[in-house]
């Protein structure tokens, strides 16, 4: 993972107001760049009609489909041409007759409507007083009430009217053929299948009645086929209903359809979906058929409908798929399916749509057999590169609280999660990767505004409040305005005539942060430093709140903001305004719907703008500007945490996607990078479910911490590093500044400083100076000291320790505890031989660990070795990290000095040519680099630590004439010109 340097960087807040001159008009516009960045297309999903296979009746030259809900058509055999079935005023329904004659009829219509659909010529049979309309067959209407069952038809231009005779009552209607109905009347409680015909006979028939309930009959051709709940099956023809032609047997009466004869077969749809309710319309069905004379089924269509429709010829049309095409087929005598018509594919328009970081949203209209229904899909679009998309997923259908008709406000929080306000105002919330239904929030709202983990919303008479998305509680109440936006955690508020004050929701507090417009607001939209205003349109612009100024815009029909620039509509046209640089505006496109949200939409965390064009397509086209620098929008971490519980997550809200991200957390006693973390693509929200422990599963020190984020925009800006500080607390002092031994007001690095008469002296740090000391003597005889190493707080007092070298070659850790460093002085023996080195040094945490370790170089042979700490006062076995060493003068400490979090080593070679030797954080060294030459005027080099308070390690070098000088760190492995710290300091044999 490529590393990026840290760079840090502070914005001066500017509060001061002057409106004259502080308005910039709009930038003139130049013609569309020929070289504009290249659209993407996100095509309709596109499906099949469903209701194209819905047949509901075939005549001589077409057939009739569709449903009341979603409408009918007419297809024609000769060319597959379709016509939309027009209905007459008050009426919703078709019905297939047989024949080229349709009847149209309404709910409560007092007449119906005979079309003829071959010729266009119609006819409007009124109802008798008392009727309604019951069936039809042929050219003839059907219609029950209080005359009982009458039949009406034309004999010529004479609208005949007949009523009908039986034995009994005469009741339900069933299936039919163009000459004649199946009709139920009851005599004497009993229950009769009749055949009534044009000439208004109800003519009993040997079909069992009393199974009808529970049996299947249907009517093809001139042949009627009775299936009863026993298995058996009886085939008779129209016109004799006195003698069974045929009789079979057929399995699956219960999960099966009867569909009619065709050829010497009877044709039955059986189940083959097993989820969901049933509908004989849709294609869950496998159509086989059963041959009069017995023997095996045979498959006719593999995936198909259980609603089928006969010619007059008793050829069957029904819907299915065969071989990928879904459409009607015919199904004659030899069984074998031919194709109709194919059905038209249906595009599911969006009605709604949001994009944030990159992800599309689209509330859909999805065309089915019941009249559409609404599906909320996504979309990922790369945010690097040129423009592609990303498979498309269903985040739900139908759920109870989206609503189907209409659209919602539906808005993007940019760290994937989804809020939208039902009709009622009731505000939802879908987590990321979430499908429908969302989780209610006890809020209701008339506006509402998104960002991160934040809702703010405004209803009628009511103030503005801001929700948690995490946990639905209300975190801030301001005023009442209805002007008011969000971004990340601050929100603005509108007040007084042209002024909006910003808030941090998190605490409650102005940011000092004001906008001003030139006339009373009416609408805000916010992202980053650029606010959108609007005055009911009369007048609108963008406010950049790092200038104080103002970019008017002409009139418009809507806005919105993005990121550095806005979109606007204008007689049908989208267009783009560049807020910050010079490319003016250019036109992006036409949408289909003007409304912004609706028809089209921008990505506030991004440089794209969305619109649906008139084929019900998605268009993608970058925004062609630059866009603002990347921020962090919001940050979710304490100021302070429990050393033994500080496990929780830690997030930050990146403005727009990032390609990668490092992430550090830094000790800030002693610069040490604990911690790392990194991360490739992120969209949103940078996030790291941390155990509150270092690299090596440890607790941490108490002490000042900081998490360093450097985040890599996806857009090609520069890169931007986040410092967020916070304290671990413990029951033990906090840890001390690295290289701290003296205790007072103020916490700088120490130096060690050791003379030949053996008086060990802790010179103090004071502003870059060390003018103070506390002194230790004893360091003679037995207790001549070799060498010393200032070391980090190994048992956690809140105070550094000192490891001692005594000529013995036994090592010591010394406990000063802020006091005079002694033979005394508490100590725990750690071994001994260690005379056969002649440098240690400790830069910091070599490891990552957490704890310090120790760099020893052995006299004889030049080479360099690691004893890494042990955690427990002690250290493991050493590891060789080099050779060649013998001829370089080691620095005394050292720890992060180039700003990677990592601790370094600084080593002088014999021509006095100072290298910086960068730590990997894994125990070894990395290639060096050349800080400068000309060092070989010092005897003496130390890495002292902190000794100014800006954060950064300093160095220290005593020249050959005993004045000491320090070099202050840049934080990027180099240093600054030297200053004098003062003379005599050749009274010291050492200095660590």
């Known amino acids: 993972m490529k590393r990026h340097t840290l760079i840090r960087s502070a914005v001066a807040a500017v509060t001061a107001f002057g409106l004259a001159g502080a308005i910039a008009p709009l930038a003139a516009a130049p013609a569309f760049a020929a070289d504009a960045p290249a659209e993407l297309t996100v095509p309709a999903e596109r499906t099949p009609d469903a209701n194209a296979t819905v047949i509901n009746g075939a005549g001589e030259t077409g057939y009739l489909s569709g449903w009341t809900k979603s409408g009918f058509n007419w297809t024609s055999y000769a060319g597959g041409s379709t016509e939309r079935v027009v209905m007459p005023e008050g009426m919703d329904t078709a019905w297939g007759t047989g024949t080229d004659v349709l009847v149209l009829t309404g709910k409560d219509a007092g007449s119906v409507v005979q079309r003829n659909m071959k010729d266009g010529t119609q006819r409007t049979v009124p109802l008798p007083a008392g009727q309604r309309f019951a069936g039809a067959f042929g050219d003839v209407v059907v219609s029950q009430g209080t005359l009982g069952m009458r039949l009406q038809y034309w004999e010529g231009d004479v609208l005949q009217e007949k009523a009908v005779s039986g034995s009994g009552t005469l009741e339900s209607l069933y299936t039919h053929n163009k000459d004649g109905i199946l009709v139920q009347q009851k005599i004497s409680g009993m229950t009769l299948l009749c055949w009534l015909g044009k000439d208004g006979v109800a003519r009993s028939t040997h079909l069992t009645a009393d199974e009808y309930d529970n049996g299947r009959i249907e009517v093809g051709g001139d042949r009627l086929v009775q299936w009863t709940k026993d298995g058996k099956a009886s085939v008779w023809k ?101 194709r109709v018509r194919e059905s038209p594919s249906l595009a599911s328009v969006p009605s709604a749509l949001a994009v944030a970081q990159g992800r599309l949203t689209s509330v859909d209209r999805v065309p089915d057999e019941e009249g559409g229904h609404t599906r909320l899909s996504g979309i990922d679009l790369s945010v690097t590169g040129p423009l592609t998309a990303g498979p498309r997923t269903d985040r739900g259908t139908d759920a109870a609280d989206f609503p189907v008709a209409g659209t919602p406000d539906i808005q993007a929080t940019g760290d994937g999660r989804l809020v939208y306000r039902l009709a009622d105002g009731t505000v939802k919330v879908l987590d990321a990767g979430a499908k429908l239904p969302g989780r209610t929030l006890g809020v209701k709202a008339d506006l509402l505004r998104v960002s991160g983990r934040y809702l703010a919303t405004w209803r009628k008479d009511e103030r503005v409040q801001v929700t948690d998305l995490d946990t639905g509680s209300v975190v801030y109440t301001g005023t009442s305005s209805r002007s008011f936006a969000l971004s990340g955690s601050t929100l603005w508020l509108g007040g007084e005539p042209g002024l909006s004050r910003a808030f941090d929701v998190r605490t409650g507090r102005p940011t000092g942060k004001d906008m ?26 963008v406010y950049d709140t790092l200038t104080d100024k103002n970019t008017l815009l002409p009139a418009h029909e809507g806005a919105l903001l993005g990121d550095g620039y806005v979109a606007w509509q204008k007689d049908n046209l989208l267009s783009v305004t560049d807020l910050h640089g010079t490319k003016g505006t250019h036109p992006v496109g036409k949408p289909a ?400």
Request: contains cysteine.
């Open 238 to 338: 129209t016109s004799d209903f006195w003698s069974a032609t045929d009789h079979l047997t057929i399995a699956g009466y219960d999960s099966a359809q009867l569909l009619g004869a065709v050829g010497d077969s009877v044709l039955v749809a059986r189940r083959i979906s097993t989820g969901g309710q049933e509908h004989y319309s849709s294609l869950d069905y496998r159509v086989v058929a059963v041959p009069f004379t017995g023997g095996p089924e045979r498959v006719v269509l593999e995936k198909a409908t259980a609603m089928a429709r006969f010619k007059p010829d008793g050829t069957m049309l029904i819907g299915a798929v065969v071989d990928g095409h879904q459409g009607v087929y015919a199904v004659g005598s030899s069984l074998e399916p031919t």
């Open 516 to 541: 001003m417009a030139p006339c009373l607001t009416t609408s805000l939209q916010a992202q980053g430093t650029d606010v959108y205003w609007e005055c009911d349109r009369e007048k609108s612009g």
């Open 593 to 992: 719907v003007a409304a912004p949200g609706r028809g089209w939409t921008v990505d506030r965390f991004g440089g794209t703008v969305a619109y649906v064009d008139a084929q019900g397509d998605t268009r993608v086209a970058p925004s062609g500007v630059a866009g603002t620098r990347l921020a962090a929008l919001d940050t979710d971490f304490p100021s302070s945490v429990d050393a033994k519980s500080a496990a929780r997550s830690v997030r930050w809200w990146a403005s727009k996607p990032l390609v990668s991200w490092d992430l550090a957390l830094v000790n800030v006693a002693t610069r040490n990078t604990v911690l790392m973390a990194t991360g490739v693509e992120t969209r949103g929200v940078v996030r790291l479910d941390w155990d509150g422990k270092n690299s090596a599963g440890k607790e941490l020190t108490p002490g000042a911490y900081e998490w360093k984020l450097a985040m890599v925009p996806a857009d090609g800006g520069p890169d931007q590093e986040i410092t967020t500080p916070f304290d671990v607390k413990g029951t033990v002092r906090t840890a001390p500044i690295w290289r701290d031994y003296i205790a007072s007001p103020v916490d700088f690095a120490d130096l060690l400083a050791v003379t030949p008469g053996g008086t060990a002296d802790l010179r103090e740090g004071d502003d870059g100076l060390l003018d103070g000391k506390v002194s230790g003597s004893g360091w003679t005889d037995a207790h001549t000291m070799s060498a010393a190493v200032p070391f980090d707080d190994v048992d956690g007092d809140g105070t550094n320790d000192v490891l001692v070298r005594l000529t013995s070659g036994e090592l010591r850790l010394y406990k000063p505890a802020g006091k005079a460093l002694t033979p005394s002085t508490p100590y725990a023996k750690i071994g001994s031989g260690w005379n056969i080195f002649d440098a240690l040094t400790s830069p910091g945490d070599m490891t990552g660990d957490g704890h310090a370790d120790v760099i020893a170089r052995e006299a004889s042979t030049g080479d360099l070795y690691l004893y890494e700490a042990n955690g427990s006062g002690n250290f493991k076995a050493r590891v060789k990290i080099g050779s060649g060493w013998k001829s370089y003068l080691l620095a005394a400490g050292g720890g992060d000095l180039n700003g990677d979090g990592r601790t370094d080593l600084i080593a002088r070679d014999s021509s006095g040519v100072l290298w910086l030797y960068p730590g990997t954080g894994k125990g070894t060294l990395d290639t060096r680099v050349k800080i400068g030459g000309g060092w070989q005027v010092y005897d003496t080099l130390v890495g002292v630590g902190d000794m100014t308070g800006d954060g950064k390690l300093d160095l220290v070098a005593r020249d050959t004439t005993g004045v000491l000088w320090s070099y202050a760190a840049d934080g990027k492995g180099n240093f600054s010109a030297r200053n004098k710290v003062g003379g005599g300091w050749q009274m010291y044999k050492y200095l660590f």
